[in-house]
């Protein structure tokens, strides 16, 4: 059975898909990690994604928000 993230998906016409994730990070250490993981996608797969941001939030709270070329 398919998600209904994945029956939109497989409509024919032009998107694009936002995602978006918030992370509770606790520390610098693993604000630092999210960190690192956006600059590998930034650095191995510019094509693939239209925007991509990444705000650090009070309380060690990050939100990372990707808008990738479907």
Do not use: G, P, R
């Not at 993230?5 to 024919?12: F, S």
């Not at 999210?34 to 990444?54: C, G, Q, S």
């Amino acid at each position: 059975m398919k998600s209904m993230l994945e029956e939109l998906k497989d409509v024919k016409i032009k998107k694009h898909t936002i995602t978006s994730i918030e992370y509770d990070c606790k520390s610098d250490e693993k604000e630092d990690e999210v960190f690192d993981k956006v600059h590998d996608i930034v650095t191995n797969h510019l094509d693939d994604f239209a925007k991509i941001t990444y705000d650090l939030e009070a309380d060690h709270k990050v939100k990372v928000e990707i808008t990738e070329n479907n």
